[in-house]
C-alpha cells in the first residue's frame, strides 16, 4: 500500500509510534507551567539519550517498563531534546547494579588506555619502517581491532554528545497509511550512568570521596535554580553543608512531625482557662485544669494515652553503626529550648549540650508530673474511652484538619529534620555522565512538573492508573509500583488514594515549622576508633567505648526503674539516688575539656565541619 509522508502536526503527535530507539518510544509532551519554563529554556538543540535508575518495589516487566518509558520520553523529549533510558530495579539488587557500571566505567577507562597505547606503538613502528600513518592506514589499524573502535579519536566524537541531529520515517500507530518524520535518538551505551538514587547519608559520602557524584552546585545557580523554590531550605542547607558542596538533590516530602497537645475545646472554655497558658504538662494551668475535668467530668479521662517527655536529646552512643540516638534513654543528655535549631545556614548557633541527664530539671520536672499524673488517676489507657481533655499526638500539620474543629492543638515540639530525611532518598548525577546540566533537566522537572513526576511514580493513566475528579489516583493494577518516597518531589505528585487530597497543602507548612536535628550527620572519626588511623593521624587517647557500654547498661537499668516507678516518692528516690551516684564514667563523657570522650569529639567535629564558631573570648 502506498504511503504518504506528512509533516509533523499536531494531530499526528498525538498518535506517534514506536521508532527504533534503544529503550523508548517518542511523542509530545505536556504543556508545561510557569515554574518549569526556566527549565526548558535551558535546554539543549542538540539530541541526547541518558540513563536513570530508580527502585521498584517490585520487579518490572519487559512489557510495562517500555510503555512507562514511552511515556516518560513523551515529556522529556518535547522540553528537552532528551531520551531517557529508565532502568527498574528491585532494591536488594539496586547498587550491585549501580556499581556494576561503575565497574564498566572503570574497565572501559583502562580499554582506553590500553587502546591509545597501542594505537601509539602502532603508529611509531608504521613511521619507522616508511609507512604513512594516514586516514587509511588508521581505518585499516581500526577495522583489526574492532574492540578500540570506539575510542577513535575524529573531530565528530570530541567534546560533550555530539550525535549529529538525524530524523527518520514512522509509521502513524492507528493510521498505518501515514508516516511521519521524527528525530533520532542516539542509544544508550551498556556502560552508561547518568542518573541514580542514594539512600543515606553513609552512601552519599562513600560515593563523593570515590569521586563518583558530580557536583551540582553550579546548576542549582543556573538552569536548575528553580529547585530552590521546591525543595525545602533546610534539606538543600544540610545536603550541601554535610560534604562542603551539593552532589545529590533530596527528594522533598513532609518532614519529621508534630508533638501536639490537644485541648478540649468545649472543657477549656466551661471552666474558663486561657488555652495560650496551658503551654506544657507541668504548666500551672495544666494541672488545675486536669484536676478540675477529674472532679467534675466522669465521663471525660483527663489525659487519654501516655504522656511523652519531650524536647530532650540523650546520647546513646552505637559503637557498631558509630552514631549517637538522640531518642534513646540515656544518663547522657540534656533539655532544649521550643524551636531551637542547628541550622548550617546560621552563623550563631551553639552546638548541641550533654549533661547528666538525671541533674537537668526541665526533664526530671516532667518524669514528675506524669507520675504525678498516674498517681491521681489522671491518666486512662488509649481505647478506653473517645472522650477527653488532653491527648499528646505526634504527627504531621494536617492533624490540624483532623481535630481542629474540637481541639485547640497547643505544640511541644516542632517537627525536627533528621539525617534520614535528608539523605534517604535523593538523586544524584555521577561523574560518568553524558552530560551534568542535560541530567539536571531531568531531575529539575522531576521536583516540578507534575505530569512528569506522576509517570515515573504512577505509570501510564488509564493504563496503571485512573485520576478522580478530586485529582486523587487510583491504581487499576500492581503491574508498576513505586515508592512515593524515592521517585521525586513528594509534592508535585497526584496524592493516592486514602491519602488525605489536602496532604501536600499541610505537609509544605510543617516544613516552614521544621527545626534541624542537633546530631544530624555525627560520627566518631576513624583515628579515634581505630588503632592504626589513630597511630597514623598521632592520636595518642582513643574513645573508651567500653565506658560508653558500661553508662548504656546503666542507663536502661535506670530507665526501667523510672517507667515501673508505682508512685512520685519512688520515682523521687530513683531521681535523687541517680544524681547522688553519679558516675565517673558520665561525668567524663559529657566533659569538653577531656580528651578523646565522646563529648570533646563531638565539640571537636561540629567546628571543624564549620557548623559552630566559638567566639573569641
Known sequence: MKK??????????????TFLSSCSLGGSGEETNDATKDVINEASNSTMTLSMFVVAEKPVSEETAALVNKEFNKITKSAFKTQVCLHFVTYDEYYKTIEGRVQANADREELAKKAANEFKIAKQEAKAEGIATDKLWEDQWYADHPDYIEFRVTEELTGEDTTAEETILVTVEGAEDYTISEIKYPQEKDYQLDIIWIDSYDRYMEYIEKDWLSRLDDELSGGSKKLKEYISPALLAWTKWSSSGTYAIPNNAPIGQYTYML??????????????TITGIYSEDCGSFLADIAKYEPDYAPVLGEIPVTNTIFWSYDAETNKVYTDKFNLMGDSFALGRTLDPSVTTNAPASAKSIMTVSAYTDQLKTIQKFKDAGYIKPEGSTDKFAVKIVKGGAELEKEYGDDYYLNILEYPRVTEEDIFSSMFAVTTFTRSVRRSMQIVTYLNTNSDLRNVLQYGVENTHYVKGLDGVVQRLNDDYMMNLRHTGNEFVAAPEEGMDPDIWTYGKKQNIDVKAGLLNCFRVPLKYIDAEAAAREKVETMLDKRQLENINRASEQIYEKIQNAASLEELEKII??????????????????????????YYEWVQDMRLYIPTED
Open 576 to 601: 535523687d539516688q541517680a544524681t547522688s551516684t553519679e558516675s565517673t564514667a558520665v561525668r567524663n563523657q559529657i566533659s569538653p575539656r577531656n580528651a578523646s570522650v565522646l563529648y570533646s569529639i
Open 263 to 276: 485541648l478540649n475545646k468545649k472543657l477549656v472554655e466551661k471552666y474558663n482557662y486561657n488555652p495560650e
Open 4 to 17: 504518504r509522508s506528512i509533516c509533523l502536526f499536531l494531530a499526528a503527535v498525538m498518535l506517534v509510534a
